[in-house]
């Protein structure tokens, strides 16, 4: 099946620091990308949604000027924690969608970033 | 709006023993439904799906029947391993305003031998 990977699989970083992560789409292009963040023991909450070569679109309540998201390829897309802060500690999980023609088309999860913010 | 809602765990069986975790989902259009399953520290794994009325997925021993005039896909497995412990998540797809996964709370599930 399609593989989705995701990189780092866990950071730890300094208050105030940016830090990057990278979700790919391993055998497949992905023209539709999706952020994710999951707290303990709670369910999927969608950050946004990522279309190649162009913005992102961001769910309600969610800040783009801290969360920076880039899908420079079809393979390819990229979350920025800029300035982050304990409070943005959690489990970043990625997802591709394989298909663009009507709801078919299923996701497939990458295994998740868990960034920690001391 | 759409939504999904499953019952709530965490939900603790004996190997062997027969399991159901109950899902139920609201949409204005015509959904797809999925059951997706995460182990611990790990992403999301998709268990089974299902497309239109009466579809019945399966997967690894559990199965889902998409039933549309009850809305619910409800998940069922008739003998429950160790390995199957794990949160279990319902989600529903739909292209409106774009397209959009819509996910339960999750149900945890501890299997004991």
């Known amino acids: 099946g399609a593989v989705v990977s995701q990189h780092p699989s866990w950071v730890i970083c300094k208050s105030g620091t940016s830090v990057k992560i990278e979700c790919r789409s391993l055998d497949f292009q992905a023209t539709t990308m999706f952020w994710y963040r999951q707290f303990p023991k709670q369910s999927l909450m969608l950050m946004a949604t990522s279309n190649e070569g162009s913005k992102a679109t961001y769910e309600q309540g969610v800040e783009k000027d801290k969360f920076l998201i880039n899908h420079a390829s079809l393979t390819l897309s990229t979350l920025t924690v800029t300035s982050a802060h304990p409070e943005d500690s959690s489990f970043y999980i990625c997802s591709a969608r394989l298909g663009t023609s009507g709801a078919l088309g299923e996701q497939f999860f990458g295994p998740g970033t868990r960034l920690t913010v001391l | ?113």
């Open chain 2, 1 to 113: 709006g759409d939504s999904v809602t499953q019952m709530e765990g965490p939900v603790t069986l004996s190997e062997e023993a027969f399991l159901t975790i109950n899902c139920t989902y609201t949409a204005t259009g015509y959904p797809s439904l999925f059951w997706y399953v995460q182990y611990p520290g790990e992403g999301l794994q998709l268990l089974l799906k299902a497309t239109k009325a009466d579809d019945k997925g399966s997967n690894k021993g559990f199965e889902a029947t998409y039933r549309k005039e009850t809305t619910s896909f409800h998940l069922e497995k008739g003998s429950v391993q160790v390995s199957d412990s794990a949160v279990y998540f319902c989600a529903l797809s739909v292209l409106t305003g774009g397209f959009k996964t819509i996910f339960g709370a999750g149900t945890r599930l501890f299997v004991k031998a």
